[in-house]
């Protein structure tokens, strides 16, 4: 049993994690969260108190660190007694933190995949340039390191398992990514806009006929019609799901597919072009350096800024294709969430609701020992089954939509 849970970070997807983990805190045990400012983590300790959020009588402190500082969170884990580590920080901070739950021992959550900030879209698989170099080292560890358990990556991780179970053979996986809300703003991103715009501006990867496939951004798009949100247009986009997916399905093809609107595509297609989204520095006709991407971002909403007027719901899931029976399968399993919702109940808008409650259900199998496996993995490696139940008593139910029907996915 593994109790007190340490969260580093503090935007919109800590938010969600510090509600879900104060909601059940009579079995996480002591709260912790940490980033560099700690006002940022008091405000969202205010919240939680606020809505009343926690279950029992318990701590739930705020503390500063530099997460970049392996040493400094080694000991902040330790000062807290924390054996589960919810890392929704930045993903430059993803190695920091692992290295310093190997050193203390504390199980290692995290909901993307690693990025250097020196470089953008490195050689796949992506995983295999960080996290799976640390693999031995956690085994024999034997710390539990999950990686990206989110929702996408994560929970679509888990749907994957589960067709697996249901078809004989799988010969495709589509992620499906499309949000059909509205934030009201003229333009904003909807997680960190440094991380978001690193992810579109380098090559799409794909794995298809057995090998990567190299494309642009926004090259190839299709419509899928989806249960509640209808008809959308999604783009092949890059992501860390088919980076691991496809070591596991390697006679399949895994494509992610996320949805954008022309507004969105024009703006970003203007930005880059005038070559505001990189990453390198220039010097100003002052003489002052500034790096073009933090540029942008700094005058951007702040993504926690958009939940109060945010509308409309999300639908996120795997279209899988394969083989039953000798013949051709086809199924969708999926969630779909309300942003309205989602505020009403941890003050942040679908997008970080749905990224912040599958890492405290893992959490919570981690704390039971359902998922302690003291080794790393990522999440289509794991029982997908109690994971799916206790989501759907979380706030983020799955469904399935096959030849049977649309309905509830439950076990």
Known sequence: MKRNVLIIGAGGVA??????????NDRLGDLHIASRTKA?????IASVHEKNAMKVPGTFAAHAVDAMDSAAVAALIRETGAQIVINVGSAFVNMTV??????????????????????????????????WQRRDRCKAAGVTAILGIGFDPGVVNAYARVAEGMLDKITSIDIVD?????????FA???????????????????????WQSNKMFEVGQTWDLPVVGEQKAYLTGHDEVHSLSARYKDADVRFWMGFGDHYINVFTVLKNLGLLSEQP????????????????????????????????????????????GQPAELFIYNVADHKEAFEEVGSQGISYT???PPVTAALLIADGTWDVGTMVNVEELDPKPFINLLNTMGLPSRIKDAQGDRPLEF
């Open 15 to 24: 938010q969600v994690v510090a509600h879900k983990c104060a909601q059940h």
């Open 40 to 44: 940022k983590c008091e405000a969202i």
């Open 98 to 131: 692992l290295e310093a739950c190997i050193e203390t021992g504390a199980a290692y959550l995290d909901t993307a995949i690693h990025e250097d900030p020196e470089k953008i879209c490195e050689t796949p698989p992506w995983y295999g340039n960080y996290e």
């Open 178 to 186: 499309i949000n059909a809300g509205s934030h009201g703003k003229w």
């Open 189 to 211: 991103t909807n997680f960190d806009p440094e991380i978001n715009f690193r992810e579109f501006t380098g090559t799409v990867y794909s794995w298809q006929n057995g090998g």
């Open 282 to 325: 220039v010097k100003t006709a002052e003489g002052q350096e500034v790096i073009p991407l933090k540029v942008v971002k700094a005058v951007l909403p702040d993504p926690a800024s958009l939940a109060p007027n945010y509308t409309g719901k999300t639908c996120i899931g795997d279209v899988v294709k394969g083989v039953k029976d």
């Open 355 to 357: 990224a912040g409650v």
